[in-house]
């Protein structure tokens, strides 16, 4: 099992190291904080790494002192599991910068504050930029705003990654709390609706013009979602695989899961299996890149031992 709050970095000659990467919101950071982390990876010989969700990430670290440098920095993960809202990207906007149209910052903080980490059918993105220049790149993240001189742009549906798609312009000129009002719509939608895909690839599915008619028709209270997508399947029950979605793959309902199984075919089919392959640590349901490795190739790269994995997937797929 993965050491809380931690993932697989590398494997080196069988040794596993670890990297930890504590939220840290919008990327604003105080003197006292950084020198924690200074202090920290000078004890436990971490590597300091930006990342692209303005983060400081520790990594090179050693699994059994996970648990003390966490307690010493005395915060807390940026990510709970793997589909959930992972990061909130945010501008300086008219706070710090002079091409600034809206307050990116006061914006970015809130959507954060409302849903980091909140759990989703896939891993989400959000951006915030308060100019068009877009700084905190919101048209290749599942939600995007961007300030313009009229008030705030929403866009849908972008990702980068090995699958990039831009997001599609949803609705232009709103103030403040219709942002969040119409994020919140989003969110809610795609929650009740989409399988495990990320937002473009819902988008794709359903087709934008269903997904902005839905949207905006609750936005403007006059909802009528009575033609909306089905619901995700329930547990167990047979799901055929569709064009368009994560995978028309081999595996059907009924065969039992093996080393050669695809991640993709398996949470299709079998969407129990999802809590187990977390809590093996697989941090990478819902990335299309990731999903369509076979079990085993997925288990190397984790550092998992693939027959336990197997085992622990069959209990919940066959109840004998
Ligand atoms: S998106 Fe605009 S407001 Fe934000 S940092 Fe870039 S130039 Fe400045």
Not at 17 to 22: E, G, K, S, V
Request: proline share 5%; glycine share 10%; net charge neutral.
């Amino acid at each position: 099992m993965l050491p809380k709050g931690a993932n697989l970095q590398k494997i080196h000659n069988g040794k596993k190291t670890y990297a930890i990467t504590p939220h840290l919101p919008g990327g604003f950071i105080k003197p006292d904080v950084l020198e924690k982390y200074a202090h920290v990876a000078r004890k436990y010989n971490g590597i300091l790494k930006l990342t692209s969700a303005q983060r400081i990430m520790i990594t090179g670290l050693k699994a059994e002192d996970i648990e003390a440098i966490w307690q010493e920095l005395g915060m807390q993960p940026a990510m709970g599991f793997a589909n959930c809202v992972r990061s909130v990207k945010i501008c300086p906007g008219i706070a710090f910068c002079k091409r600034g149209k809206q307050d990116s910052i006061k914006l970015g903080l809130e959507l954060d504050k409302r849903y980091i980490k909140k759990e989703m059918p896939s891993r989400m993105k959000m951006g915030v930029s308060g100019c068009p220049n877009s700084c905190a790149e919101s048209v290749i993240k599942d939600v995007g705003v961007i300030g313009t001189d009229e008030g705030w742009d929403v866009y849908v549906g972008g990702s980068a990654g090995s699958h990039p798609r831009l997001a599609d312009k949803l609705i232009t000129g709103l103030n403040y709390e219709d942002t969040l009002r119409v994020i919140d719509i989003i969110v809610r939608y795609y929650q009740k609706n989409a399988d495990i895909e990320r937002v473009g690839q819902f988008i794709d599915r359903i087709g934008f013009e269903k997904f902005q008619k839905d949207i905006l028709a609750e936005f403007h209270n006059s909802a009528d979602v009575s033609d909306a997508p089905a619901k995700p399947l329930s547990a167990g029950e047979q799901i055929v695989p569709m064009p368009g979605g994560l995978t028309e793959g081999n595996l059907v309902f009924g065969d039992r899961i093996s080393e050669a199984s695809v991640i993709a075919d398996i949470i299709r089919v079998y969407p129990q299996t999802v809590p187990v392959l977390r809590e093996f640590g697989m941090g990478c349901l819902g990335c299309p890149s990731a999903t369509g490795e076979a079990l085993e190739k997925a288990a190397e790269i984790h550092g998992i031992d693939v027959k336990e994995l197997i085992t622990s997937l069959n209990k919940v797929v066959c109840k004998e």
